[in-house]
């Protein structure tokens, strides 16, 4: 099995042990709505575009609250048997859906998290964290570039990921798994942010995320 195909597995059974009406990091959305979701990014290519293009929305809302409302079993059973055949996700599962995964895990597992108290993560294997790491370039290109100060990311380890923007600098130090929860916007995530004062203020304080 891949590590997309591993921690897909790990989400269902979160998703199981959760029920369909806990809380989850995704503004909005219970476990049987993120569980729609994932259903139809992979298997609604009419719906599927409306997650990321706002004047498609509607229809997409629309599609993914008729599917939330199927029973839960059946919605569960059809996110752990991956994509289709005929998905295009199906021959680049491995590359693409990791970290897809892996952050709406985390989003289940700290649904009911206080976000502004620090939280302990998951350990994650060493072949994970390097698997995530290109999404954490990806991502945080596109997220942290707005930010009001020049953003670096650091492992733990003292490996540098990514340096983008302008500004004061300022570091967020964490592990991979969090620096890409971080890059998604997600919160809470255990990472430290250290520089000037007044940016690390206002980095904190800013949106990020897609």
Avoid at 131 to 137: G, I, S, V
Avoid at 176 to 190: A, I, M, N, Q
Wanted: hydrophobic content about 40%; glycine content about 8%.
């Amino acid at each position: 099995m891949s590590h997309a195909q591993d921690e897909r597995t790990a989400l269902v059974a979160s998703l199981r042990a959760a029920g369909p009406d806990a809380p989850t990091l995704c503004d909005g959305w219970l476990t049987r709505d993120l569980a729609a979701h994932l259903v139809i990014r992979e298997r609604r290519p009419d719906a599927a575009p409306g997650i990321m293009v706002d004047r498609l929305a509607g229809y997409t809302e629309h599609v993914q609250n008729r599917t939330a409302a199927r029973p839960w079993g059946e919605l569960l059973d059809t996110i752990a048997s991956g994509p289709p055949i005929w998905s295009p996700y199906r021959p680049v599962d491995r590359w693409v859906n990791l970290a897809e995964m892996f952050v709406h895990h985390e989003d289940i597992l700290r649904g009911r998290a206080d976000p502004d108290v620090r939280w302990t993560p998951r350990p994650l294997s060493p072949e994970v964290e390097r698997a995530l790491r290109p999404t954490t370039k990806l991502i945080g290109r596109k997220s942290l570039s707005g930010l009001p100060a020049r953003i670096t990311l650091r492992t733990r380890a003292g490996s540098t990921l990514l340096t983008v923007g302008d500004g004061p600098d300022v570091t967020v130090t964490g592990t991979v798994g969090e620096l890409v929860l971080y890059v998604f916007g997600r919160s809470p995530v255990d990472v430290d942010i250290t520089g000037d004062d007044d940016a690390v203020v206002a980095v904190a304080g800013a949106d990020r995320g897609l």
